[in-house]
């Protein structure tokens, strides 16, 4: 019993000697801040006395959450987007269907649209945008922070009302005076140059820049997400309708008809005109066949022009499909329907052109009266 006791007695004074000599070793060895130098003090502790303590275990459980919280804290600033991605293009960047650059095309990514990402091998991410899943290659991509970076330069970032009335003030003062009034949903560009102000949003107005109330308003990037092959194409396709549409309204619009008082004109000037309508709009709309008609009939008209229709259509340095013999080829084999009927509406005084003495195609840029692929002024 005497020699078991006193194994434990040594046992004891050994593990006091290694903390005092530890602690000193760490009280002479401390940084100028007065932080001990990294080291498992319990463990050498523990390694020395060939035994565990709770006391030293509890130490260590300490340590290890410490460790834990500091991992925790070293997260990116922005950690929601670890795992998100842009495409740093000019334009856009093709989304495949397998990490292969000869697979199929299924998408497209936009500058400025955001994709999450999925998996990462072999120099290709796998991501999922919009109704877009498949494979973009990580040399045109960037991510996390630098991805978030990249989003503040080409995304533009709004504030937008979550009521209406929500007044936008010259300066970020709720007595300052109102430069306009947003409805609920209505949004305004944040101004990121402008100098931050607590409690206030400045926005851009009309190139002014003003102040919103951040409780009314949700700031937000407005970042886009990639469409698929089929979206692209009905995007397209609306866009072409829609300009189309624009396009033959602004010509009805332009396109007033007039009623003149008629010209004298026999059989033979019915069928020159229509062949000279058919050589120059015979593809165009009626109302354009009607109007190359009333260029003629306008001249005949003006006085400074030969005073008949054969003289006007056979003039020197007018009109090329008459110098070239196109229009006398086609009266010999009769001109279409449609083009005789645009004659006999142009010499009975109808006018789409308001009095035009002149054509040229659309694309020459000249100003006039639009209709079709012509300008008539």
Not at 182 to 208: C, F, H, P, T, Y
Not at 302 to 315: M, N
């Amino acid at each position: 019993m005497k020699f078991h006791w006193n194994m434990r007695y040594t046992q004891a004074a050994v593990l006091t000697l290694c903390l005092v000599i530890v602690t000193a070793a760490s009280a002479a060895n401390a940084t100028e801040d007065g932080a001990a130098p990294e080291g498992n003090t319990a463990g050498i502790v523990a390694a020395v006395s060939g035994m565990g303590s709770e006391a030293l275990q509890s130490a260590d459980v300490e340590k290890a959450n410490v460790q834990v919280v500091a991992a925790a804290e070293e997260k990116p600033a922005h950690s929601e987007w670890s795992s998100r991605l842009m495409a740093q293009v000019d334009e856009f960047l093709y989304v495949r269907e397998a990490a292969d650059p000869q697979s199929g095309i299924v998408g497209k990514m936009y500058r400025g649209d955001v994709a999450d990402v999925l998996s990462e091998t072999d120099g290709w991410y796998e991501i999922a945008s919009g109704n877009v899943r498949g494979f973009v290659s990580a040399e045109y991509c960037v991510t996390g922070d630098d991805a978030y970076a990249l989003a503040g330069e080409v995304c533009t970032t709004y504030a937008t009302a979550n009521e209406s009335g929500i007044r936008i003030r010259e300066a970020a003062d709720a007595n300052a005076g109102i430069l306009t009034v947003l409805s609920a949903g209505e949004r305004a560009e944040v101004d990121l140059q402008a100098a931050s102000v607590d409690g206030w949003v400045a926005v851009k107005v009309s190139g002014v820049t003003g102040y919103v109330s951040s409780d009314y308003v949700t700031v937000a990037m407005d970042m886009g997400t990639a469409i698929t092959i089929e979206e692209e194409q009905a995007i397209l396709a609306q866009q072409k309708a829609e300009e189309e549409a624009a396009a033959a309204a602004a010509a009805a619009k332009q396109a007033q008809r007039t009623q003149n008082a008629a010209i004298a004109a026999g059989y033979d000037d019915v069928t020159l005109l229509a062949a000279l309508i058919q050589c120059e709009a015979g593809n165009e709309c009626y109302e354009g066949k009607v109007a190359v008609g009333a260029v003629v009939v306008n001249r005949v008209r003006s006085g400074g022009y030969p005073g008949s229709v054969y003289g006007v259509i056979f003039q020197s340095g007018q009109f090329t499909p008459a110098a070239r013999g196109n229009v006398t080829s086609i009266a010999a084999s009769g001109p279409s329907g449609s083009c005789i009927q645009a004659a006999q509406e142009a010499l009975a005084g109808v006018d789409y052109t308001g009095g035009a003495l002149s054509f040229r195609p659309t694309s020459s840029g000249r100003g006039g009266v639009a209709i079709g692929n012509h300008v008539f002024f």
